[in-house]
């Protein structure tokens, strides 16, 4: 669920773990805007903070432009320039007036083109459960979701639980914190099992959830 400060930093501290594989790593974040990305990227410079900030998508409050986001862009920029990580992908490029199934197919495309570029490249993508699936959920959207478009013997897909709390997030039109049920996550850590077939496992943080507001505000 977006909008909490829990999954982005146990997804940071799945890409630091990732370095004892002594593989490039690549990073997929669900943002759109690949060219303000790349230029906060590149640069050490604090200025580039508030140049992202200014962007249109950060203006957004739906929970992927939180301020637990921006503290994993931060991260992801320092683990670049030490060169842990090789690249930072901003996958959800959804277009105006195309249906949600093209969506979901042409964000699984992104991360693709980004595996082929760099063959022998880890690829770890942060993005809401839904997206995550790999079988379709008729239940939730009659159509195939993201996760299913990629090559489902080479992708280990991760549903996020925690303990239950809040997030921050716009539903039914209201913007703000919304309670959120345990899902279970009393652990911390990754388990390669899962009580639902869309997913291969769970990664659990282990603690309550905790509203992440707007970075932007």
């Known amino acids: ?100 199934a093209k969506g979901e197919k042409r964000m699984a495309s992104v991360l693709l083109r980004a595996a082929k570029r760099k063959p022998d490249a880890l690829v770890i993508a942060l993005t809401g459960n839904l997206h995550a699936c790999k079988t379709q959920l008729p239940e939730a959207a009659p159509y195939r979701l993201m996760a299913s478009f990629l090559p489902l013997a080479q992708t280990v897909s991760l549903a996020v639980t925690d303990r239950g709390g809040e997030a921050w997030n716009c539903q039914n039109g209201a913007c703000g914190p919304h309670t959120l ?14 009580p639902h077939p869309a997913y291969d496992g769970i990664l659990s943080t282990g603690l309550p959830a905790t509203a992440s507001m707007p970075a932007s505000q």
């Open 181 to 194: 049920d345990s899902s279970g996550g009393m652990t911390r850590g990754v388990t390669l099992a899962s």
């Open 1 to 100: 669920m977006h909008g909490t400060t829990e999954a982005p930093a146990i997804f940071a501290d799945l890409v630091c773990s990732a370095r004892e594989r002594k593989r490039p790593i690549i990073v997929g974040i669900e943002l759109r805007n690949q060219h303000a990305l790349d230029v906060f990227m590149s640069s050490g410079d604090d200025a580039e903070l508030k140049e992202l900030l200014s962007t249109e998508e950060w203006k957004r409050h739906d929970g992927r432009t939180s301020t637990a986001m921006l503290a994993l862009v931060e991260q992801l920029r320092a683990l670049k320039l030490e060169g842990v990580v090789s690249g930072v992908v901003a996958f959800s490029v959804t277009r105006a007036g195309e249906s949600a």
